[in-house]
Nanobody, 125 residues
Framework: WQLVESGGGLVQPGGSLRLSCAAS????????LAWFRQAPGKEREGVSY????????TYAVSVKGRFTTWRDNAANRMYLQMDKLKPEDTAVYYC???????????????????WGQGTQVTVSS
């Protein structure tokens, strides 16, 4: 099964974007989901996490208060609303999935078994 991200693009500093992660061939209801990002020359880092039921959300310090994640299990999708974007938010954004929630609110790349292909977000004037 696969994950597909969409919604990336070019935005000015202070602007907003909404990313979407859609799944096909699987019921996401049983999976913990997370957004990660990877800037050129840097390692992939966790941005946000959401539990299978959507009752637990966790954010990286660098995005807390600016980004919001939620999920629509009926639609098999997860979203990331990004507000007050900064140039340092520029990266390829990926969604990751792992079955269950035994690992908790993890930002370890190795804890996620399934990944999308990524969507580019560029914040620049």
């Amino acid at each position: 099964w696969q994950l597909v991200e969409s919604g990336g693009g070019l935005v000015q500093p202070g602007g907003s974007l909404r990313l979407s992660c859609a799944a096909s061939g699987v019921n996401l209801h049983y999976y913990s989901l997370a957004w990660f990002r990877q800037a050129p020359g840097k390692e992939r880092e966790g941005v946000s996490y959401i539990s299978p039921g959507g009752d637990i959300e966790t954010y990286a310090v660098s995005v807390k208060g600016r980004f919001t994640t939620w999920r629509d299990n009926a639609a098999n999708r997860m979203y990331l609303q990004m507000d007050k974007l900064k140039p340092e938010d520029t990266a390829v954004y990926y969604c990751g999935a792992t079955l269950g929630e035994s690992r908790g609110a993890s930002f370890l790349v190795s804890d996620y078994d399934h990944w999308g292909q990524g969507t580019q977000v560029t914040v620049s004037s």
